[in-house]
């Protein structure tokens, strides 16, 4: 959208993010989520390692211009009601208030990855078509 390459790594919306320590009192990223950054990672060094191949690919064949200078990695993954599990539902008060905190702390500490919940992707794009068509709707009027 802003002429720079972003990577996409999809899992689905039932993959289990976090995973709940007793002991520590704390949430912390799942295998699944452990393998999705570790993919991203990948998927960030070889874009890094064929950047000009991969931008001459996607002029050719696309007819569309892309710079791919700090390419934005996002996973989307998982959903409010699975991001610990199936039992994720279960959480309440300050256990489930925990898991919201702890999962905004671990996906700010990610130096190249942003995972984004179908959830809130959903949210982004009624918010989105919402502004657009109110926007519209403005516009329309001022010609009136």
Do not use: C
């Not at 702390?105 to 959903?122: G, P, T, W």
């Amino acid at each position: 959208m802003f002429g720079y390459l972003d990577v996409f790594e999809i899992k689905t919306h039932l993959t289990q993010l976090l995973s709940y320590d007793r002991g520590r009192n704390n949430f912390h990223w799942h295998s699944e989520a452990s393998k999705a950054i570790a993919q991203a990672e990948n998927y960030y060094d070889s874009l890094v390692r064929e950047e000009d191949t991969v931008i001459k690919n996607i002029r050719d064949e696309y007819g569309i211009a892309v710079d791919a200078v700090r390419p934005n990695l996002f996973v989307i993954a998982s959903s409010a009601e699975r991001i610990a599990g199936p039992g994720t539902p279960n959480l309440q008060g300050k256990q489930k208030k925990k898991l919201w905190n702890d999962f905004r702390r671990l996906n700010a500490s990610l130096r190249n990855v942003r995972f984004i919940l179908y959830d809130e992707l959903l949210d982004l794009l009624r918010n989105l078509i919402e502004r657009l068509a109110s926007e519209e709707a403005i516009e329309g009027d001022s010609y009136m």
